[in-house]
């Protein structure tokens, strides 16, 4: 396989990733704010900065809307980070590896681009927004599934997967970031309505807020979320979790290349490091050290794919 | 000027032999569900992502060719006949192509004037001297054929750089495959899936003995080239790697890519990126999709390249007007198929009467394609016609003119039911050292708009399945 081809199905699988993530962190934030008296406009301005877009947000819009945030999100070409070119892009990664990819993949990639297109030719009206978010986050899934079950489970699987887990991680530690201060033991436990809110705009962005519930039963408290989003192996988009993915994948290919990886070395550490008991209690970490350091090395990580694999 | 149509003849009396079961077909389905699998088959189309962009479209949107459902029949003996004629055609393009740059035998008998090609632009000095491996310079070539009566075909032009649309025929067919597959057992159709394969083997016997085991890899200008998804289709089906330009290195000497494990020696490039963009070092040298060195690599036998750079030669439209001469001088036979006859503006007497009768005939570009380019005189107004004769007579050798065939026509589904078109058929090619082998059938390509004699995509043109049925 050609070093640019990993590139190209690492990347598209970052992408999809990445619009599908942001696309869940909209639909949280659009049931949180519909399940208040105020419009939630705190959260929708959070959602503009957390992802590091206030500043060309700022630019275009003097008296910003709610529907605007929303509009510029999902479909401005001009953010790099907005849905329609996360999808774009997927898509484009999606076209020059359309050989190492099976027609149910690659129908599926293309379908939901065109799906996604057409849904955000025009301007989004609230009313249509939770059709929207469904059929990209839907599409996210069908995409998962054509690949599960119809690629061979080598090399090009094994990219593909390390780029989905790598945004994914990314995305948890970020996403925990923009909460960290009401985990911490100082936040009131159990405090007023605002509280409680705001745990479940960060576990339904994530996808976690039925699997919490159930697992505690219905007991909210902040120690209880953040280990659960770190630690829990179970869950499909914790830390841990997706360490043990990107890990898992890169033995693959070092099994499959015959060959041992400073990647793999480093995920291992990474993994590794989740499972030291120290860690375990969050109390005793500061958790914003914590998470700062993670996210440098799951860029670290990320660049030492890239080398070890001559992607770039 | 009395048009010949394919399913129902000259006089529209009776619906010809091998259309007969066809037509029975057509007049039990109902037309509503007609339009409705049309419909699906563009869906289909779109989904799979079988689109082209138009060069110098702004918005550069993806567009689709429009698929026909009706499709165009021909008999074995009308393809036997046509099969016979394109090999001997494409036998004595790649000996003119070996002669032109080895010797130049047909210049020295006089046959051709030695400015044709020396002065053209798609010959190329840096092939002189040098014979690809196996003898073959066109590997893969698309023959332009019209109809104009029961009996009479006409080569239009021969594509002998980098043809394009078998993706469309492969398609086209596997399309109709999935929405009318009764009409496949009650018709005895030629199959044409196995054309990668062809493609491949023939490619593979071509480096049989410079390598064991050739590394064959398709090479594309990119994803907003016009035909990626043919480079991408082609590559899958084939089983082999899809590479840019930056992606091929040469290192001592040898074509490199850069693999996720190391690198790879590249042994044989299904080159889909014309002659300009291939090596910024040896042709154009302002290209930034070529890889600089791959010249000096393909000269000096470590990697071939197919198609040899510098076919165009044989497929330019003023050499095309010496093709009957041409086959007679390698083959010793006369032409199996026509030549349409061609005035060239070059010459003093032709010009005169291209000028006195533009508006009768159809003048091309000499190194025109894709249908740019050209004047349609009998569809043209006074002031184009004017226009044309002050671009003819200040730049004469640039052009080619050729009478206005009554090109024959296949009907097409339109919303008033059953209309007939003009069409044209691209066969496609496969040269190997031994053989030459053409698939049955080809591109039919199909003008849409009523009356209309151009076919080209790139103009609005439609495409049809081909097929060539009976023993």
Redesign the interface.
Known sequence: ??????DNLFWMARYLERSENLSRRIQATLHYALSRQNDGEEEWTALVSNHGLGSLFDEKYDDPKTIDIINFLLRDRDNFDSVVSLMSKAR?NG??V??SLT?EV??SL??SW?KCESALKRPVNIRDLPVILDDIIKGSSSFRGALYGTMLHN?IFN?LRLGTFIERADNTIRTIDTKYHRLLPTAKVIGGSNDQGQWEVMLRSLAAWRSFNWLKKGRLDPLGVANFLIFDERMPRSIKFCYKEVKSNLEDLSNS?N?DYESLGLADEIFTSLNDDRLRNVQEIDLKVFLTEHMAKNNQLSQAIAND???N | MSIFDEMLGTDSQKTRQPYEKLMAWLGDQDLKKLYKKSATAEELF????ITFNVYGDKKAEERLIPFDLIPRILSANEWRMLERGIIQRVAAINAFLEDIYNGQHILKAGIIPENLIYKNKAFLPQMCGFKPPGGVYTHVVGVDIVRTSENEFFVLEDNARVPSGVSYMLENRSTMQHMFPELFTTHQIKPISNYPKELFKSLALCAENTFSDPNIVVLTP??YNSA?YEH?FL??EMGV????GS?LKIHDGRVM??????TQNVDVIYRRVDDDFLDPLSFNPNSLLGTPGLFDAYRNGSVILANAPGTGIADDKAVYSYLPEIIKFYTGEKALLNNIPTWRCSEADSLQYVLEHLHELVVKEVHGSGGYGMLVGPAASKQELSAFCRKLKANPGKYIAQPTLALSTVPILTRNGLAPRHVDLRPFVLVSPNTIEVTPGGLTRVALKKGSLIVNSSQGGGTKDTWVIGA
Not at chain 1, 1 to 6: A, D, K, P
């Open positions: 396989m050609l070093g640019r081809h990993g484009n076209r020059s359309r050989t027609r690659w129908l293309n379908e065109m090399d990219f290349y060959k694999f001559n992607m | 779109r989904r799979v992502g990119g994803i990626y991408s590559a899958d790697e899809l590479v840019q992606d890519i850069r693999t996720t494990t190391g």
